[in-house]
């Protein structure tokens, strides 16, 4: 699986996570996941054990969490599973993470996301 980057589109009114995904569809060809990495995010962390894990498991989206941060409001099991976003659910599982705003997606998901629809 190759991961590049080779096209950028503009968002006349800002989509958000889902709505921009969904306005990148028809450029993804045949691709079968995409990494998304947020545009203000700024970091070094190393992609190759994000990419390797959703390769190994093929989950629909595999997130790159931190232990640490502002904001731990992503929880996971003893698996690395999510088992909360955003207290939610109320699951504090084992361990609560800082989402770093990358992630990878599976192409597939799209279907389900709304072009018109920005995120609330």
């Known amino acids: 699986m190759a991961w590049y980057v080779d096209t950028f589109r503009h968002e006349p009114v800002l989509l958000e996570t889902a709505g921009g995904l969904k306005n990148i569809e028809d450029l993804l060809g045949e691709d079968e996941a995409i990494i998304c990495y947020n545009g203000d995010v700024i970091t070094d962390l190393p992609l190759q054990k994000l990419i390797r894990a959703h390769e190994e498991h093929r989950p629909e989206v595999t997130l790159a969490l931190r232990s640490s ?52």
């Open 69 to 120: 941060g502002p904001l731990l409001n992503v929880n996971i099991n003893a698996s690395g599973e999510i088992v909360d976003l955003r207290h939610i659910l109320g699951n504090p599982g084992i361990q609560a993470c800082l989402f770093t705003g990358i992630y990878t997606v599976e192409t597939s998901m799209l279907q389900f996301f709304d072009a018109e629809k920005i995120d609330p």
